[in-house]
T-cell receptor, first 109, second 115 residues
Framework: GQNIDQPTEMTATEGAIVQINCTYQTSGFNGLFWYQQHAGEAPTFLSYNVLDGLEEKGRFSSFLSRSKGYSYLLLKELQMKDSASYLCAVRLRDYKLSFGAGTTVTVRA | DAGITQSPRHKVTETGTPVTLRCHQTENHRYMYWYRQDPGHGLRLIHYSYGVKDTDKGEVSDGYSVSRSKTEDFLLTLESATSSQTSVYFC??????????????FGEGSRLTVL
């Protein structure tokens, strides 16, 4: 089976930076995704890493180390609207996407 | 936004009754997926399809069957619903991975309650 771990909850202050870590042990690796999910809504795509290194997209960045089975999502200049669950997902070689349980981020004023 | 719709959006049924959830896409994407989402478990793959009449099991496929007779429709059937199948069900679609990232686009979800 697949094992994808991420913290359950994190709290941060508006304007701050938060880093959400994700570690994985999977049979076959074909890319790592981060999704954002607001309460009661569908997940939406945030970022994708398939090679080692940092991918930056506005206030959000995602990092991948394949040798360590590790990724993080960095959220900068936090806004209240960033309060949501953040899902780490690993794509396997047969194009199945396996998700972690998600990290709920609460942004406080 | 990807053209993907799920029906019904909400359903309450009784234990032992059959239930079918429908996922319809207008994007002509090859890959379609059914996930369930429960507190503490995140999204878990039930079944997925990589083409018309081509399907495969996910990690929680027991008690579920699927069919894909057309590119645009992917049906999830609970032959005899149980209370443990109370959940939010998400359909997702993905283009063939190649020059793009092949990310999943999700439908709005179907909330199923089995009494």
């Amino acid at each position: 089976g697949q094992n994808i771990d991420q913290p359950t909850e994190m709290t941060a202050t508006e304007g701050a930076i938060v880093q959400i870590n994700c570690t994985y042990q999977t049979s076959g690796f074909n890319g790592l995704f981060w999704y954002q999910q607001h309460a009661g809504e569908a997940p939406t795509f945030l970022s994708y890493n398939v090679l080692d290194g940092l991918e930056e997209k506005g206030r959000f960045s995602s990092f991948l180390s394949r040798s360590k089975g590790y990724s993080y999502l960095l959220l900068k200049e936090l806004q209240m609207k960033d309060s949501a669950s953040y899902l780490c997902a690993v794509r396997l070689r047969d194009y199945k996407l396996s998700f972690g349980a998600g990290t709920t981020v609460t942004v406080r004023a | 936004d990807a053209g993907i719709t799920q029906s019904p959006r909400h359903k309450v049924t009784e234990t032992g009754t059959p239930v079918t959830l429908r996922c319809h896409q207008t994007e002509n994407h090859r890959y379609m997926y059914w996930y369930r989402q429960d507190p503490g478990h995140g999204l878990r793959l039930i079944h997925y399809s990589y083409g018309v009449k081509d399907t495969d099991k996910g990690e929680v496929s027991d008690g579920y069957s699927v069919s894909r007779s057309k590119t645009e429709d992917f049906l999830l059937t609970l032959e005899s619903a149980t209370s443990s199948q109370t959940s939010v069900y998400f359909c997702a679609i993905s283009p063939l991975a190649g020059t793009n990232t092949g990310e999943l686009f999700f439908g709005e979800g179907s909330r199923l309650t089995v009494l």
